[in-house]
Structures are given as C-alpha cells and as structure tokens.
C-alpha cells in the first residue's frame, strides 16, 4: 500500500510553459498494483487552489472512494486576479501555455503515483471553468469527462481544436448568477452541441431533477448515448452548490462562493464521472 499524500504543493513538475502552480492529494492506501481515478480541480478568479481543495470537500470524498486530486493553480504574476487566462482580449499564446502546463502536470501524476489514464476527469468554477473547457477542446484524449461550473463562455477565434473524439461534458449554471450570467451557459451548449453533432435545442428536460425543486436537467441524446448534459439550480448565485456535513453525500464549507440547497454537487460530479461507481453513472432522476 501507498502511504497517503497530504494536499501539498509540487514545485519541479517538468515542463511549466505557463509558469502555473502545482498542487496534489493523494488518499491513503492505494494498492501500488492497481490504477485509480483522478481529479483535475480549476479555481476560479480570486480564488486559490487551497482555497477549492478546503471548501469544497473533495478531499474526504477521495479518501473514501480512492481518487487522486490535482490542483492547477494561477499565480498572481501572470493575472491580477488569478484567473487562468481565457478571457478575450488575451494572447492564445499565453491560454495554451497554461494549458501545456496542465497537461504536465498529469503527466508528472502519471509517472508518480498509479493513475488510471482512462479515468482523468476535470471540472472548475468560473475561470477554471472556462480553462477546463479549453483542456476539453485542446486535449480531449487526456480526459473521460468534464464538469463546467458557472464557466464563461470566452474563447479565443483562432484556437487550433483537436479533431476528438471528445468526452462527455456537463454544462452547470446558477440561475442568479450576475457574473457569469445564464446566457454563457447558452454558449457554452451551442458549442459542445455542434461538436457532437447534436441540435441545442432537441433535448429531454427534467424538471425537479432528482427530486430537488430548484434543479432542471437537459439531457441531450445521441445514438443511446448522453454525451451532453446540463444543469440549471434555482438560487444559486457564482457559487458551489454544497450540502455541508458528515456523509459521504456531503461535504464543504459554507461561504460567500457556496450555496445549500439541498443537493451536494461535488457528489453529483463524481457520480457523472462514474467515479462512485466503476462505470459511468448518470445520477437517477
């Protein structure tokens, strides 16, 4: 057995084009002999990778089912308000920079620790959001899945995306969101929808999802598959949906970036990844 890891950060990590920082948790008793699931984390702008890594209660959650966390982290020398660089106006230089460093940093996971390389999923609030998206877009052979949460919908014109296949994607809005506003969640539907062939507007919603009032899925189907899913909740603002407390459906820190109403969105996440169980698992509604 592995002995664990505490969240720490990872200063050599090879090749840094994007001069980002590196942050890791890996859980207690891996089996060196096995491959397990991994978590890319993006944080937002203001934000912090420690920031994620205490509020939103990812770590309990893999040290019961076994999953290694990473963390990319911005630096304060590369954007004022430690946003990953994907909002207009900036070079695509310096986004795909960012983004090769991200990719060594799976890499250095991989070399390091025993990563399942078809189970590397990402997802990230607002700005990470949007540098999850282009992780999707530019290396869609790292990842299984990702997860958008309030993610702006910026993206540079002249952005070289891959020819895929491309993972299964989430789309996550808060309906009071008066950052990112609903409409770049719109955006963001339109163009995963062309990539995978599917018409934006064809899709089975749910209201009530899950039995929660203030939760609508869409599901958007193709050839018996959801490569595409979205999901809007009532009250929530640019923040997390958290429902803090002991079980394992449960977790974070309440504070002005979480909301609690009623539904543990980490916990979906990981469900959505098929990290809970090991296959892909669309949670039931």
Known sequence: ????????????????????????????????????????????????????????????????????????????????VRAFNVRFGRKRTVLELEARSIIGMIEYMKQHYPVDPQRVCVTGLSAGGSMSNVLLLLYP????????????????????????????????QGNRDEVV?????????????????????????????????????????????????????EMVGHQMAIVPGDSLQQGGRHSIYSKDIGFHLPWWILQFFGITEQKDQIPNY
């Open 181 to 233: 506003t609903p409409d770049h969640a719109d955006a963001l539907i339109e163009q995963w929808a062309k990539i995978f062939g599917l018409n934006p507007m064809a899709y089975e919603r749910i209201n009530g999802y899950m039995g929660n009032p203030h939760l609508t899925l869409r599901r958007y189907e193709k050839e018996d598959n959801i490569p595409l899913l979205r999901l809007d909740m």
């Open 141 to 172: 052979e790292y990842f299984r899945a990702g997860a958008l949460i309030a993610a702006p919908s910026w993206m540079p014109e002249d952005l070289d995306i891959a020819e895929g296949p491309f993972p299964r994607v989430a789309v996550i």
């Open 1 to 80: 057995m592995l002995q664990g890891q505490e969240y720490a950060r990872v200063r050599d990590f090879g090749d840094n084009p994007g001069r980002l920082r590196m942050f890791r948790y890996v859980p207690a008793g891996l089996d060196s002999t096995r491959r397990y699931p991994m978590l890319l984390v993006l944080h937002g702008s203001m934000l912090s990778a420690g920031v994620m890594h205490r509020n939103d209660g990812w770590s309990k959650q893999a040290d019961s089912m076994k999953f290694m966390l990473l963390y990319p982290d911005q630096r304060f020398m590369n954007n004022p």
